[in-house]
């Protein structure tokens, strides 16, 4: 059974202007939907990522996934509790401690005034948990050593920071890690090391992670599936290895198009056009059609929905095995 | 071989501080001719952000040249101070920074700024300013540009942005634009537009890019050469292909092989142990040394050869049948 499920998820941002001046510029009121009925399902001891450009939507979902926003539509099942509207107190207690966050940031996510051991403990602590040589031992666990448990973050540098990050999501022994941009923050030869932290602590405690990046090369090392947003909306969802050979919506042809490659030496293609549509008024019909190449004359009025193609699900119009 | 617009000799920046001067750059030393792209790689801290504001006399002090020449069009400009720095700046070298807001005077229409750009460094009238502003903005690609020069930078997306700073730019017809992280702020569909935009705007008009970045693919896609930095030293440079293709320093080797795009099917990333030194601590002899997995005696007294035209600051450069 898929440990989360998220079945018709949608959030709505009320971004009004102030009542005033509502009324004296006789304006409606503006809302913006950043995730529109999105599903998907994550496998137990799989990494899930999530990938797309900024205001499509991913850290929306990812933070709706722990808990920390609301869903303003459909409902997100994790092992079968839905947070949100789940009534019985000890269930919701027993699902929180399985879920975990990572943050980008590892400067502005670790409290500057607690020491390394109060970080790492704290998960445990506020359930009033056993933390003696907790801190310690995750140390270890994710190579950081022994002794830095009585140093301040500020004492730490990036990689090492998220390394103390990724200990305190540990702490709770959970079974599932969301993880918004482990390493956008850092340089390429950490970001290996980070990368292959995960992986390791993946295998050795079965750990189940969502991983929301706007990195393709991230997602292409990490995922085992992979889920592509545009304006809020899952435009197309396969395995790496059917995404990138044969990405069937156009919209992730372009972006593996448009992302620069280690071998393409002075690769002359012609960039994609436009950029992403605002979100409080999006196109109608589907999202993509204004920059489609595809785009025909059902692709302006009907918004597609998910169907199968072959290995991989795909909301297009046009899409084709 | 054309003379260089943009030549760098022996540069070094010099912070003093109560622990000691740190050198931020050290050694420095590169050619860019007119109509080529040389990417500067390196992490964080490397100093490819401080050679360039070296270069623009944008140095903040207490840093200062210490040692070195920059020659700019066959003129030495590392000594000019005040106002002879304020006319070649804009002038001379166009500057692209990562940040387009930032970079863009929140209060000014867009058109305006264009305008105050070319009446400082050109000897053209008013009228005549308008009119290239304008010219200025259709050819980055703006829609509907005799409109959108009388919008405020706010009125923009972040690609639109970028397209704005580069036509700001680029109008005074400078020889030497130095672009520092110019699409790390946008997503990668803009980023391709602007990587394209960059690149034909400066072969057209023959001008000398320096472009500051830690992403190898943009620098593989764009860059001619390239020169890769390391705790202020240049480790490597030469044609681009080949430094990606066959690195000869262990440094660039292993930077290479960690992205997760050359270990493709790999269960595991390569990895380089350690991290790079602080400047306050930065080890005798070749700084890689610590890290180096091929490191001999030498490496930890002898400081690397300098890397000059081809070549590698290496005492021992990898031999391509090593790599696999």
Known sequence: ?321 | MAAPVLSIRNLTVEIPTRHGILKPVDGVSYDIVGGEILGIVGESGAGKSMAGNAVIGLLSPPAHIAKGEIWLNGARVDQLKGEAMRRIRGKEIGMVFQDPLTSLNPLLRIGDQLVETMLTHLPISHAEAEKRAIAALEEVGIPGAAKRVNSYPHEFSGGMRQRVVIALALCAEPSLIIADEPTTALDVSVQAQIMALLKRLCRDRGTAVMLITHDMGVIAEAADRVAVMYAGRLAELGPVREVITAPRHPYTHGLMASTPLASKGQKRLHQIPGAMPRLDAVPDGCAFNPRCPYVQDKCRHAPGPTAEGNAAACWFPLVQEELS
Request: with cysteine.
């Open chain 1, 1 to 321: 059974m898929a440990l989360v499920s998220v079945k018709n998820l949608s959030r709505v941002f009320d971004v009004s202007k102030p009542w005033l001046n509502r009324v004296l510029e006789r304006e409606p009121k503006a809302f913006l939907t950043a995730v529109s009925e999105v599903d998907f399902e994550v496998e137990p001891q799989t990494t899930y990522a999530l990938v797309g450009e900024s205001g499509s939507g991913k850290s929306t979902i990812g933070r709706m996934l722990v808990g920390l926003l609301k869903p303003s539509g459909g409902n997100v099942d994790i092992d079968g509790v839905d947070l949100a509207n789940e009534t019985d107190a000890a269930k919701i207690d027993a699902i929180r401690s399985d879920i975990q966050m990572i943050f980008q940031d590892p400067y502005a996510s670790l409290n500057p005034r607690w020491r390394v051991r109060d970080i790492i403990a704290e998960p445990v602590a506020a359930r009033g948990g056993k933390t003696d040589g907790l801190a310690e031992k995750l140390l270890e666990q994710v190579g950081l050593s022994v002794k830095d448990a009585g140093k301040f973050p500020h004492e730490f540098s990036g990689g090492q920071r998220q390394r103390i990050c990724i200990a305190r999501a540990l702490a709770s022994e959970p079974r599932l890690i969301v993880c918004d941009e482990p390493t956008s923050a850092l340089d390429v030869s950490v970001q290996s090391q980070v990368l292959n932290l995960m992986s390791d602590l993946k295998d050795n405690f079965g750990l189940t992670y969502v991983l929301i990046t706007h990195d393709l090369t991230v997602v292409q090392h990490m995922a085992d599936r992979i889920g592509v947003l545009y304006l809020g909306r899952l435009v197309e969802e396969g395995a790496p290895e059917d995404l990138f050979d044969a990405p069937k919506h156009p919209y992730t042809q372009m972006l593996l198009d448009a992302a620069p490659r280690m071998d393409g030496f002075g690769r002359e293609a012609t960039p994609p056009e436009g950029e992403i549509p605002d979100p409080i008024n999006p196109p109608s019909g589907c999202a993509f059609h204004p920059r489609c190449p595809l785009a025909a004359e059902v692709c302006h009025k009907e918004r597609p929905v998910m169907r199968r193609l072959g290995n991989t699900r795909v909301a297009c119009h046009m899409a084709e095995e």
